[in-house]
């Protein structure tokens, strides 16, 4: 079992920044493949961000040029460096983990771990 803490979230302006931070119960994520998800008002989930550590990441389309995730196994942190903010990025942001590799880093279905969100609201 795994457990993730989300923090990080909050309110910011139109083109500011906010960077998310996931922290998990484990000594090392090695082996683990990593994400973001978002749910926006009314809306479903949607993929943010992967990272298979250590180092390969896959974005979804509306936030590429604008996020980057990263590790740290030092910390055990995964966090999401969220720059050129936009109101459509208002969302509670999710951490996800999946103990190996996915196929499809995008498939919520994928992942076995799911910490309780993080809300991020942009203003206009």
């Known amino acids: 079992q795994v457990q993730l803490v989300e923090s990080g979230g909050g309110l910011v302006q139109t083109g500011g920044s906010l960077r998310l931070s996931c922290a998990a119960s484990r000594r090392t994520f090695s082996g683990y493949t990593m994400a973001w998800f978002r749910r926006a008002p009314g809306k479903g989930r949607e993929f943010v961000a992967a990272?298979?550590?250590?180092?390969?990441?896959s974005y979804g389309d509306s936030v590429k040029g604008r996020f980057t995730i990263s590790g740290d196994n030092a910390k055990i942190t995964v966090d999401l460096q969220m720059n050129s903010l936009k109101p459509e990025d208002t969302a509670v942001y999710y951490c996800?983990?999946?103990?190996?590799?996915?196929?499809?880093?995008?498939?919520?279905?994928?992942?076995?771990?799911w910490g309780q969100g993080t809300q991020v609201t942009v203003s206009y």
């Open positions: 996800a983990a999946k103990n190996g590799g996915v196929s499809d880093p995008s498939a919520a279905h994928a992942y076995d771990y």
């Open positions: 990272l298979r550590w250590p180092s390969v990441t």
